[in-house]
């Protein structure tokens, strides 16, 4: 079932978070973000139809901001247990497969997409220098099954405007996506 993004409020401030990039074996932590001019913290995985429509989009974005200012890191949060295919090992091939050159990171505990109020997969998050919200919603107006090229205008745009030290417009759309898979017992009250 699809589900959309929780849209909290811009202005709030980048939660610390500190995971393991099964591509790399390295751990990948908010502090590694420091002096960027922007960072955007997407929660993906790979199972979800919506993430497909949009990972070669995803993709080239990242190609695109690559040597810009922009930090980019992407999460998977999912219950491996019950979706196999988002596990660590799973996360790897996907980043290698795609080329992706941001880190793409484990939440195995989950508490990470709580304290970003994730909801869905594709969920995004743009802070600015000072760590503060810019922008939360979607990557662009496409979905599976519809006519439309993946852009990623939104996010492009918004991008734009924080690397280029113009305000984003609050008029903001929310992500949809597959829910994330909680945990038995671990979904947070936001998620109800």
């Known amino acids: 079932m699809a589900v959309t993004s929780t849209m909290i409020p811009l202005g709030t401030k980048a939660p610390d978070f500190s995971l393991p990039e099964p591509r790399s074996g390295e751990t990948v932590s908010l502090s590694d973000f420091a002096g960027k001019d922007a960072l955007l913290v997407m929660f993906i995985c790979n199972h979800c139809p919506y993430v497909q429509h949009v990972r070669h989009g995803l993709a080239a974005f990242g190609r695109d901001y690559e040597d810009s200012g922009l930090g980019i890191v992407a999460i998977s949060s999912n219950d491996i247990t019950s979706y196999p295919t988002d596990g660590p090992e799973q996360i790897a091939a996907e980043a290698e497969e795609m080329d992706y050159r941001f880190p793409y990171l484990y939440d195995e505990s989950q508490e990470v997409a709580k304290a970003y109020s994730a909801i869905c997969t594709p969920d995004f998050f743009l802070f600015d ?13 496409t979905r599976p099954n519809m006519p439309g090229k993946v852009t990623g205008n939104d996010l492009r745009e918004a991008v734009a405007a924080v690397l280029g030290g113009r305000a984003v417009s609050t008029d903001q759309l929310p992500s949809m996506g597959c829910s994330i898979k909680w945990k038995p017992g671990n979904a947070p009250a936001y998620a109800s």
Request: overall charge negative; hydrophobic content about 30%; glycine content about 16%.
């Open 129 to 141: 220098a000072e760590g503060s919200l810019v922008y939360r919603g979607r990557f662009d107006e």
